[in-house]
């Protein structure tokens, strides 16, 4: 079996990006979108509310009311203050596109990389309190064997996501709605089945919280507040995840991510929340190997009764069963959100191009790979430990939290005279800015030497190479426009009247990009090396329809007008010197297959070809470079050999 057959049954068939309806058949709907990128909110209710609640130690029934406050309130906090971000970045990039254009690009990039880092990290901590879930189910001995069951579960969903966002919403939407009923029936009936301790919850809880207070003072007791409240601050990732996906979004987008962002805080708050009151009110205790979600829901079903014992066992195993579907859900958010950042920070020229290049079923095949990778690596490196994975998810998410609402903090004191409403938006803006600060400061101090320290420097590591990266494409970009110049000053011919190449006449063929410096390069060349011999000249100029392309309505057709502009310079500057000239264009996904097709319909009906491109050539070529700049030439040139046309690659000096 051949292997494009292989990869069309295991991705599925190529779509047509130039189609309308392929790209409304793959943008969601708010409902979907809650599915795809809320489960990753809505999922961290199984690690988010524990940590919050083993981190007051043997206060719980002092204190824990108000982390069930004090959850939901920060939920909706962070949640509406994002719907800004989608108001005013209605094309997607989240906190990197609102660090990079209100605070400037260094900001950007450092809330890029700790997003890169954040949905490498969603992907591990999803991925391994799912098996954590299942792993309550099972005798301690088996747990040795954890790592490997998420190991094949990354590699399962590296696939599902390879094959395309929504279609993998759709294998995994059964699981998301299980959860949802599940779960909010145990919250229901966990809470109404203790309904005669309500009403003596509020004046116990604010007794106890003052006779704490005489014990070990205001201020320990503040700060014990202050350090439960920062570990569970896992609870509210995946909040950032709609504003960095709005570009996938069915339109009008802003109504659809509001409404998503809606879907998510409320289903987050009563979750989360409602599980830390269940704790509280089941006088839940830490069982080994069980989670507190799976301890505390036991004793929930156990009290109904489903039954007899196995009928309850049986009903525990499909609550956890659907509470680790959904973390396996929501790490489909890091494949999706995390490949989408490296293509807008491609864009900007800090991480290669090439991450902005589609697949044929139009994912981002290159992010999707590394952020698969990159979980398996730190899965492996922290051995699947959920505990030290929280710390570093935390950092890295409250660091772009912090930074994208301080620059929102900055647009609307900037506006404050032109902007509607600037004050309760300022108000909201700085109100999440400080939260999001105190929780990222106090798990710095607290957790720095138990695993913070490798997420700064990550973070670090990244930001060091993505700067070496955008200035070698600078330099690049420098020389390149070196050569524009030098041939932006070719005077046209005096000739006026177009001529029709002839196909039985001697063909140059010249496969050009977006510079024309680049063209008329090879151009002049060829003239100069083979003068008189060729009587046609052909421009062929095939573009990719990559993520920035891609990303939203009438981009390709923007993209499609500049690239006939381009090629009509071309044909324009050869008809002015009463050359024979003509031009092809062409998308796709992939620019060497696309060139290859375009090159052959040339060759039959201009037998007489010989195909010539220019490549970049640098004085000290190695793999560094090579891995930055598309071999395309190269790699053309093989597939036209193969066919048995000729091609010559001029070098370009930069």
């Known amino acids: 079996m051949k292997s494009g057959k292989i990869r069309d049954i295991v991705l599925g068939k190529a779509l047509d990006p130039l189609k309308k309806e392929t790209r409304h058949s793959l943008v969601l709907v708010a409902f979907f979108a809650w599915v795809g990128l809320g489960a990753d909110g809505l999922s961290s209710s199984a690690y988010g509310p524990e940590m919050t609640f083993r981190g007051l130690g043997e206060y719980t029934s ?5 982390m069930a406050i004090a959850t939901a309130v920060t939920v909706f906090i962070i949640a509406m203050a994002y719907n800004q971000v989608i108001e005013l970045f209605p094309t997607g990039g989240g906190g990197y596109r609102v660090a990079t254009k209100l605070l400037g690009p260094y900001s950007g990039l450092i809330a890029g990389c700790a997003l890169v880092m954040d949905y490498v990290l969603t992907i591990a901590i999803s991925i391994a309190a799912g098996v954590e879930a299942l792993a309550s189910l099972m005798p301690l001995g088996l747990h040795e064997y954890k790592l490997w069951a998420e190991m094949f579960v990354v590699a399962v969903l590296i696939v599902l996501n390879l094959r395309g966002m929504k279609e993998a919403i759709k294998v995994l939407l059964p699981i998301f709605i299980g959860f949802v009923i599940t779960h909010a029936f145990l919250i229901v009936y966990g809470i109404f089945a203790h309904a005669s301790s309500l009403p003596d919850l509020v004046p116990n809880t604010l007794a106890g919280t003052t006779e704490l207070a005489n014990h070990i003072g205001w201020i320990g007791l503040s700060s014990m507040l202050l350090l439960a409240y920062s ?47 269940l704790y509280l009110l089941w006088d839940s205790k830490p069982v080994e190997g069980q989670t507190l979600n799976a301890s505390t829901f036991k004793a929930i079903i156990d009290s109904i009764g489903f039954g007899g014992e196995w009928g309850n066992k049986m009903v ?34 800090w991480v290669p191009h090439k991450f902005r290049y589609l697949s044929t079923r139009l994912v981002t095949q290159n992010g999707i790979l590394l952020m698969g990778i990159s979980a398996l690596a730190i899965l492996w490196w922290t051995g699947g430990s959920v505990t030290l994975l929280v710390v570093l998810y935390a950092i890295s998410v409250f660091l772009t939290f912090a930074i994208s609402l301080f620059g929102l903090c900055l647009y609307w004191w900037k506006h404050r005279k032109d902007a509607k409403h600037w004050g309760r938006r300022f108000l909201l803006s700085l109100s999440g800015f400080i939260i999001c600060t105190g929780i990222l400061a106090v798990l710095l101090a607290e957790k720095f030497t138990a695993g913070g320290w490798v997420a700064v420097m990550i973070i670090g590591v990244i930001a060091g190479l993505c700067i070496y990266i955008r200035n ?30 002839n196909p039985d006449d001697q063909t140059a063929v010249f496969i050009v990009g977006s510079s024309r410096g680049g063209g008329l390069h090879a151009l002049l ?36 007008a500049e690239a006939n502009e381009t090629l009509k310079f071309f044909v324009d500057f050869c008809h002015s010197h009463g050359m024979a000239s003509s031009a092809y264009l062409g998308f796709g996904t992939d620019v060497v297959h696309e060139v290859t097709r375009l090159c052959e319909e040339i060759s039959k009906e201009y037998p007489n070809s010989i195909f010539f491109t220019s490549k970049l050539v640098f004085e000290q070529d190695n793999w560094f470079t090579r891995l930055l700049h598309n071999q395309a030439a190269l790699a053309i040139q093989r597939r036209l050999h193969f066919e048995g046309l000729q091609m010559v690659i001029l070098p370009m000096k930069v």
């Open 472 to 501: 070698h494409y600078q330099e690049t970009k420098a020389a390149i426009h070196a050569v524009d110049q030098v041939f932006a000053n070719q005077p046209l011919g005096p000739e006026s009247t177009p001529l029709e190449p």
């Open 231 to 277: 570990q569970g601050g896992g609870t509210y990732t995946g909040l950032e995840a709609v504003s960095n996906n709005v570009n996938i979004l069915a339109e009008p987008r802003v109504h659809t991510g509001k409404m998503t962002m809606l879907y998510m805080a409320l289903s987050l708050a009563f979750t989360a929340s409602g599980i830390i009151l």
């Open 62 to 66: 002092e204190l824990g009311l108000y």
């Open 525 to 560: 060349w060829v003239q100069r090396m083979f003068p008189g011999h060729f009587k046609n000249f052909i421009f062929v100029n095939a573009r990719t329809v990559d993520a920035h392309a891609y990303g939203g309505e009438g981009a390709v057709e923007q993209m499609r």
């Open 316 to 349: 525990l195993i499909a609550v956890l069963f659907f509470q680790a579907g959904l973390l396996f859900v929501a790490s489909n958010t890091g494949f999706l959100g995390g490949p989408a950042v490296l293509s807008n920070m491609a864009a900007d020229s």
